[in-house]
């Protein structure tokens, strides 16, 4: 864990004014006397007691109060992470458990070696009030006479006094009430009654006050009415039921006429659209029918199809032709069979062979009778692509011949089908335009009704300077409102005031009270008289038992009044806890002012007695080996020692080397106490130091901080900033930053310039 100073802020303390401080891990601020260095410290230790101070913590009344010029407002922020740099939420725990730690962290001025000139005691003995923060004997001594615990003095003689006068008055206070002991239920009867007496007349009172005031202000509520009425209904007049049942009828027929406008136009859109749809039609149906009447005169021009018909006849006449014929491979299979027949024969004098050679001569029929038949069906093939070529050209295309006869039939029979059509959307196109002619005659008529109705209702805005129906509906419905408001205002003001309407207001100011915060309840008056009739004969019953023996008993006592004594009974006890608590907290508290002091002396013993680190080992390092650190001895005192075992007197050394040592006690003792690392914030402790002394302590300061410690330290002398600064950045320390207070300029409302260097 590691706790950390993140942000310091004072205000109106000493010469501080707007003063803020984000210090880093070694932070030096410079200041001239009084710039406001000491109240830094100050500031800083009142704020690290009111932040951490423990709710059970005992309370040392009066040893730490404001005082003037330094009673401003101080705030700090303090932080503290795990050991794995994780953030830990709540006041670090230690700062709330050993308070000491408070002043062993914050050093103020001229502290590091306080000591009483002549004084025999050990200066060590002398700083552990500096190091508590109090000093226990002078808090001890006022604690223990505040309560009475002192063996002697006046403090205890008047502790003892008072209370066996306190004894005293209780017991004859309870003997005067246990005498009454037989009367104690007529006693309480009587104080009952005479309350319930009391609250009667007071209650009765104001009922009586409420009804007066209730009365006035309902007459005062009607007499408004009427006033206001009378002001206002004039501006309503011209607001009539005629003109709201006209304006409504109105309305009725104007959104009915406008519902069928709108009906009646989308009608009309509807039907410009079909009849536009239908002319579009027409006009494409009379193209097509004009273009396949071209196309049918120049086939029936050019006698196309009957041409078709006989060349489609022709090729299926040559088609069956053409599977009834032999083929002619067979023609030239019988020529080679032939051929080869002779050559054979010949060869083998075969005549029966050479015999053969006769089928040379029928294959040779075959071939001529074939070729002759293939002559007309190729003319007669040139006839078709001519014909067919001449069909393109007037706008029909085909295949073949009987594919030509189809397309052709099909456009003269297209002609005559197209022309049916386009008749029948003729005809269509017609009747079209005949209903859409209706719905805008209708359309037009509903315009005239719906413009004519706007007319009236612009007469009726005129009359009435409103431009809605809902504001005449609201006005007429207020001015009826009013009317009934009047009348029934004037009808109660006639039954509460037997008067003529011209005296009203003259009789209600006349009538004017206080209003006494309450209502009046039917009855309850009258309930009220009676029940206190009652009451007060019982009081008077009561009294003339009671009264002859508490006026002997309370005359014995000293008191008028048996309350007076009861309440006086109570404060004593009171008083006697109050005392005895005292007597307790004080215990308490001495207790625990014995408690710090041991524990810081038990933490300062043991970190004297370690001989290895601690307090010797910060001791020897900043006298530069001179001492080798402080020790008990047999008397209870202390003595530093050097290396030669030699021990001298504390008493004995210098002020610089005192404040060393002191700074080596504090920083030991702080380091063993917390158990891990802090803050320390102090004021030019090492001002008394030698030169060479002063580095040895500032590298004891920058070797604390790369332990994890934060340094602030506050000085009078600029050159502590560059030895901390050289140090620091020798050390390998990053986090250095130097400020510059501007001193009582503060105090004459000028804002703290505080400069920082990074």
Wanted: proline residues 3%.
């Amino acid at each position: 864990m590691t706790i950390r100073l993140h942000t310091l802020e004072i205000d109106r303390v000493g010469p501080l004014r707007g003063f803020r401080l984000e210090p880093t891990d070694v932070t030096v601020v410079e200041g001239d006397n009084e710039a406001g260095k000491s109240s830094i410290v100050v500031g800083l230790h009142r704020a690290l007691r009111e932040t951490f101070a423990r709710s059970n913590a005992p309370s040392f009344e009066g040893t730490r109060q404001r005082t003037p010029g330094f009673d401003g407002e101080v705030s700090i922020e303090i932080t503290h992470v795990d050991g794995d740099g994780a953030p830990l939420a709540g006041p670090p725990a230690l700062l709330c458990d050993v308070p000491l730690l408070w002043s062993l962290l914050v050093i103020p001025e001229g502290w590091a070696g306080s000591r009483t000139v002549g004084s025999s005691s050990d200066w060590l003995q002398e700083a552990i009030q500096h190091l508590t923060g109090f000093d226990p004997e002078p808090l001890e001594r006022s604690i223990r006479g505040q309560a009475g615990l002192t063996r002697t003095g006046r403090d205890a003689k008047e502790w003892s006094e008072r209370g066996l006068s306190i004894d005293g008055q209780i017991r004859a206070i309870e003997s005067f009430l246990e005498s009454l002991e037989h009367l104690g239920a007529q006693e309480a009867e009587l104080r009952a009654a005479r309350g319930r007496l009391q609250d009667l007349d007071a209650a009765a009172t104001e009922e009586r006050a409420a009804a007066e005031f209730d009365r006035f202000e309902r007459l005062r509520k009607q007499l408004d009415v009427v006033d206001t009425t009378e002001r206002t209904l004039p501006n309503f007049a011209r607001y009539t039921r005629d003109d709201l049942a006209r304006w409504r009828r109105l309305d009725g027929e104007r959104r009915e006429a406008q519902a069928g406008a709108t009906e009646a136009q989308s009608a009309v859109e509807t039907r410009e659209r079909e009849v536009t749809e239908a002319r579009t039609d027409v006009e494409r149906l009379r193209e097509e029918h004009r273009d396949a009447d071209d196309l049918a005169a120049r086939v029936a021009g050019a006698d196309l199809l009957d041409r078709a018909r006989r060349c489609r006849d022709r090729g299926r006449a040559d088609e069956d032709a053409e599977r009834s014929r032999w083929p002619r491979w067979l023609g030239w299979t019988l020529v080679a069979l032939g051929s080869a027949a002779v050559v054979i024969g010949l060869i083998l004098r075969q005549w029966a062979v050479v015999g053969l050679g006769a089928l040379t001569g029928a294959g040779v029929a075959l071939i001529v009778t074939d070729a002759r038949r293939a002559a007309p069906a190729s003319a007669r093939a040139r006839d078709a692509a001519r014909l067919l070529t001449e069909a393109r050209t007037v706008g029909v295309t085909a295949d073949d011949p009987g594919s030509l006869v189809t397309a052709l039939e099909q456009v003269t029979e297209g002609a005559a089908t197209r022309r049916a059509v386009l008749d029948g959307v003729r005809r269509e196109h017609a009747r079209r335009g005949e209903v859409h002619e209706e719905h805008a005659q209708r359309l037009r008529t509903l315009r005239e009704q719906v413009d004519a109705i706007d007319g009236e209702l612009a007469t009726l805005r005129d009359r009435t300077g409103l431009a809605t129906l809902a504001e005449l509906e609201k006005n007429v419905d207020e001015r009826e409102r009013l009317e009934h408001d009047k009348a029934r205002a004037e009808e109660e003001l006639r039954r509460m005031l037997d008067v003529g309407p011209n005296r009203w207001r003259e009789m209600i100011e006349g009538a004017r009270v206080r209003d006494p915060g309450r209502r009046p309840a039917p009855g309850r008056l009258r309930k009220f008289e009676r029940e206190r009739d009652d009451v007060r004969h019982q009081v008077q019953e009561l009294s003339a038992i009671t009264s002859r023996v508490i006026e002997r008993g309370l005359a014995t006592i000293g008191f008028d009044d048996q309350g007076d004594a009861r309440r006086r009974l109570e404060e004593l006890r009171n008083e006697q806890d109050q005392r005895r608590q005292r007597r307790q907290s004080a215990q308490l508290a001495l207790r625990a002012i014995r408690g710090a002091v041991d524990d810081l002396e038990a933490q300062l013993d043991h970190a004297l007695r370690d001989p290895r680190g601690g307090v010797n080992a910060i001791f020897s390092r900043i006298t530069n080996g001179d001492w080798h650190g402080v020790r008990p001895t047999e008397d209870g005192a202390f003595e530093a020692y050097g290396a030669d075992g030699i021990g001298f007197p504390i008493a004995a050394l210098s002020r610089g080397t005192a404040d060393q040592l002191y700074f080596a006690i504090r920083a030991g003792l702080a380091e063993r106490v917390l158990g891990a690392p802090a803050f320390f914030v102090w004021d030019d402790t090492f001002l008394t130091a030698d030169p060479s002394r002063r580095r040895l302590l500032v590298e004891a300061a920058v070797e604390l901080v790369r332990r994890g410690w934060q340094i602030i330290y506050l000085t009078v002398d600029p050159a502590f900033s560059g030895l901390f600064e050289s140090v620091a950045r020798t050390g390998g320390v990053r986090g250095f930053s130097r400020h510059r207070l501007e001193g009582r300029k503060q105090e004459q409302g000028h804002e703290a310039e505080i400069g920082g260097i990074r």
